[in-house]
């Protein structure tokens, strides 16, 4: 016996509410629901896809799509996928690439990459009253594009849990570093865990800026700073936790640290990025474009939120660290040129980019290359290739810390 609600206005949203009886229900509060490999498959029917998922037990889902590119996306509270072999899993076809993982506590998500638009045509649960477990059906059959786009997107949802988008409140007081000579460096490597980045050559985003981080780390603090990892091992860190990690470290600044890949156009080096409230140019378009979806693919939409007091002080803020980061963006580039790293021809460029929007300490992102070049990739795959990184962006910190301590008494009147 199933109650499936389907929010309005989008192609499927689903919560499961159960009502069991005796063994059943006390299955249902028992553990994780436990994705089982028998009777669990990714796989073309015809002209049509079919996912297929065995469960140990009833668990609230749903499920949604995403472009640019096409995506199934499904959230558990919570699954265990970890007898599941994608291998095996999945069979090329429709589809083309499955993940999965924890993108919170509690919660997990599956991401089917597809091969084209698909539109969700029937979408639901099983359970058996007996033993509590279930059985989850989605079929999927081809949609135009522009249906496909105009359906495509996270479910509204105040009423959901999962949703993690920063409310209507105030932000945060800024942080004032204790004067202990203490200067904190949040270094942020982007991506992570069920979201890899870019992939190319075998080689994924979210493992070489994890090496990229540690070992800018580890020179930041040899020269005498204090640096701070929003993340050690290859997981997912929700954008609100990377923020929240920042400011409880009292940071001076963040770097956000990423590789692109491009499909036809031809472009390497590194470039750094500062806040602005709309692409200045193609490249920018573009970057926001797939840095916009991985943050939906991370459980995180940041349109449409904040009220006019909030987003008031906001701007406020950002009259002071906005042009501190403008300042650390134009050191960073010119530390990198100096250091023999590779740049791009634009090495400077402005986008509205979420992990750029805290107000209260100055932040960069910096692309280091694009894995759809050869030489940048092969660069970014070696400690020796990344080293002309690492001394680019310590050169260009240390640059700008030297202005900030030359201003900081000018601030202070």
Known sequence: MIARVVLAGWMVAAVVALILPGAAAAQALAGLARVEPAGS????????LAVDLSLSQAVPWRAFTLDAPPRLVLDFREADFRAVDPAAFLRRGLAT???????????????????????????????????????????????????????????PGPDWELELAVPDAPPPPPVTPA????????????????????ERGGLRESH????????LADAVSRAGMVAVLTRREDVFVPLQERMTIARAAGADLLISLHADALEEDQARGASVYTLSREAADRASARLVERHGGDDLIAGLDLTGQGD???????????????????????????????????VNSRPRRQAPLAVLNAADFPSVLVETGFLSDA???????TPEGRASLVAGILAGIVLWRQDEDALRPLRRR
């Open 375 to 381: 030489g940048d990739r092969a660069r970014l795959a």
């Open 179 to 198: 004067d202990d000579g203490r200067f904190v460096v949040v270094i942020d490597p982007g991506h992570g865990g069920i979201d890899p980045g870019a």
């Open 97 to 155: 690439d499955v993940r999965f993982g924890s993108i919170r506590p509690g919660w997990s998500r599956m991401v089917v990459v597809l091969d084209g638009p698909l539109g969700v045509r029937e979408a639901g649960m099983q359970v058996d009253p007996q033993t509590g477990r279930a059985r989850l059906v989605l079929r999927l059959a081809p949609q135009d594009a522009a249906t496909f786009a105009a359906e495509a997107g996270p479910p």
């Open 308 to 342: 006019a007091v909030a987003q008031a002080l906001l701007d406020l803020a950002r009259q002071d660290s906005g042009p501190r980061s403008e300042a650390l963006g134009d050191a960073i580039a010119r530390g990198l040129s100096e250091a023999g790293a590779v």
């Open 208 to 215: 070489l800026m994890l090496a990229l981080g540690i070992e």
């Open 41 to 48: 498959r990714v796989a073309d029917e015809g002209r049509e």
